[in-house]
T-cell receptor, first 114, second 111 residues
């Protein structure tokens, strides 16, 4: 099992550009999450999904969009990149959606917006 | 308004000694508390957890203590090893809710 994979590992964007961060899990988990981690801060939840076709906003959803067409994939879309979106982005998955369900994280995507 | 506070950004201990990482929370509705560990350039990995119905949970060298009245939990690592050097995140949550992550404490274990 590869677990949770994310691409790309690094990316530099110009202000106003768009991009999609890819996330794939091979554990047949129902729940998937996108977090961002700013320097010196904890992880903040952007969006999450409880299954294919179902997504919901987290704590900091503005400026992002998600879709979940399959169990395995949960891409995160940035439409108009802004410097405030410079961060490290982590995708995670879990079998269930309660706090007792262990979340498995990908290695992260480091995004810089200039 | 921070619901989860890890007031020590960093901690340095000698190999073989005890490491104590602290976490305070404000939301009394939290009923499950997790610790995640993160190495540089990797995603966080689950370390240990505790339910609000317990005050202690032990897993090998790692023990988590929960003091609900003080809204405080701590992670003890005994004995500390250089491989324990990482950032540790406290992440409480409600049974049916999402996790809230603290800012993390960077632990350095010196040989």
């Amino acid at each position: 099992n590869a677990g949770v994979t994310q691409t790309p590992k690094f990316r530099i964007l110009k202000i106003g550009q768009s991009m999609t961060l890819q996330c794939t899990q091979d554990m047949n988990h129902n729940y998937m999450y996108w977090y961002r981690q700013d320097p010196g801060m904890g992880l903040k939840l952007i969006y999450y999904s409880v299954g294919a076709g179902i997504t919901d906003k987290g704590e900091v959803p503005n400026g992002y969009n998600v879709s979940r067409s399959t169990t395995e994939d949960f891409p995160l879309r940035l439409e108009l990149a802004a410097p405030s979106q410079t961060s490290v982005y982590f995708c995670a998955s879990s079998f269930g959606g309660t706090s007792t369900d262990t979340q498995y994280f990908g290695p992260g995507t480091r995004l810089t917006v200039l | 308004d921070q619901q989860v506070k890890q007031n020590s950004p960093s901690l340095s201990v000698q190999e073989g000694r005890i490491s104590i990482l602290n976490c305070d929370y404000t939301n009394s509705m939290f009923d499950y508390f997790l610790w995640y560990k993160k190495y540089p350039a990797e995603g966080p990995t689950f370390l240990i957890s505790i339910s609000s119905i317990k005050d202690k949970n032990e897993d090998g060298r790692f023990t988590v203590f929960l003091n609900k009245s003080a809204k405080h939990l701590s992670l003890h690592i005994v004995p500390s090893q250089p491989g324990d050097s990482a950032v540790y995140f406290c992440a409480p949550g409600r049974s049916q809710g999402n996790l809230i992550f603290g800012k993390g404490t960077k632990l350095s274990v010196k040989p």
